[in-house]
């Protein structure tokens, strides 16, 4: 069975080679995806709600720690 994470990590992962490749910032393709998700959760999603997913992410960013991003 084809999972989420199936489809877009290795359309994410084939973006940052390609900018890596024509040395372009892996930091700008990163945000430019970043502004997508943006995009896609303010169809369904109140400002506080995508304010709340963000923050519970940015408190699980130490690398020894497992987390997985998912909605309360």
Avoid: C, N, Y
Avoid at 4 to 9: F, P, Q, T, V
Avoid at 23 to 40: H, K, M, N, P, Y
Avoid at 62 to 69: C, I, L
């Amino acid at each position: 069975m084809t999972t989420a994470r199936d489809i877009a990590e290795p359309h994410f992962e084939a973006a940052i080679a390609e900018a890596r490749e024509k040395q372009l910032s892996t930091d700008a393709v990163a945000r430019i995806f970043f502004e997508g998700v943006l995009r896609v959760w303010r169809e369904t999603r109140s400002p506080e709600d995508i304010r709340a997913e963000l923050l519970e992410a940015a408190e699980h960013l130490d690398p020894d720690e497992d987390f997985m991003f998912m909605r309360p």
